[in-house]
């Protein structure tokens, strides 16, 4: 039972436009969801959070959506950069206490094209 | 992800041999994790220490494996009698308190384990 899901496994996407890469969460317990980015042979990097009680952070290119009530949230790249090349993953884990490991979703492969 | 060390970056075991996995978090953490990659798949959680103290261990399998967190050194994911399915990349991840809404895990680079 995957409770955190990235239904893309790989997006493509033109130099300079906007990438919307897409999470969806089936534990109404997690407050609290994470976006990595990560190169091969290289362990995952943190980009960007946002708590349950925002529906949007923003840092620079990077801004991340939450719809609680759709249980569903999207990391937005603009515009994107060749770097920006590599396989995000999605993450959720509830702050207050409980399990504090981290649940991911498979990851969406991002590829900008020239 | 400067900061959290992992060694080695590759281990190779025979099946049956020990692995010992090694992580140092990055300075001022006092929280590490542990989490396994299988290929085409997202990480999945395997443990939670602070120092001398396990916190949630519900990732980790039964038998074979264990953690620790020593009050002085690294945190080492020790893997006994290992099996061709323990074929696997492990990450560990630090923090500096109990994860928070301004507290993301930070991570090593990994260690690439090829059971023989």
């Known amino acids: 039972d995957q409770q955190v899901k990235q239904n893309s496994p790989s997006l493509s996407v033109q130099e300079g436009r906007i990438s919307i890469l897409n999470c969806d969460y089936t534990n109404s317990m997690f407050d609290y969801f994470l976006w990595y980015k990560k190169y091969p042979a290289e362990g995952p990097t943190f980009l960007i959070s946002i708590s349950s009680i925002k529906d949007k952070n923003e840092d620079g290119r990077f801004t991340v959506f939450l719809n609680k009530s759709a249980k569903h949230l999207s990391l937005h790249i603009v515009p994107s950069q060749p770097g920006d090349s590599a396989v995000y993953f999605c993450?959720?884990?509830?702050?207050?206490?409980?399990?504090?490991?981290?649940?991911f979703g498979k990851g969406t492969h991002l590829i900008i094209q020239p | 992800n400067a900061g959290v060390m992992q060694n080695p970056r590759h281990l190779v075991r025979r099946r049956g041999q020990e692995a010992r996995l090694r992580c140092s978090p990055m300075?001022?953490?006092?929280?590490v994790y542990w989490y396994r990659q299988l290929p085409e798949e997202g990480l999945k959680f395997m443990v939670y220490l602070q120092k001398e103290n396990i916190i949630d261990e519900s990732g980790m399998p039964k038998e074979r494996f264990s953690a620790e967190f020593p009050k002085e050194g690294p945190s080492i994911l020790r893997i006994q009698q290992v099996v061709r399915g323990d074929s696997a990349a492990y990450f560990c991840?630090?923090?500096?308190?109990?994860?928070?809404?301004?507290?993301?895990?930070?991570f090593g680079d990994g260690t690439r384990l090829s059971i023989l």
């Open positions: 300075k001022g953490h006092s929280h």
């Open positions: 991840a630090s923090s500096p308190w109990r994860q928070g809404a301004d507290q993301p895990q930070h």
């Open positions: 993450a959720a884990t509830r702050s207050g206490g409980g399990a504090d490991g981290l649940t």
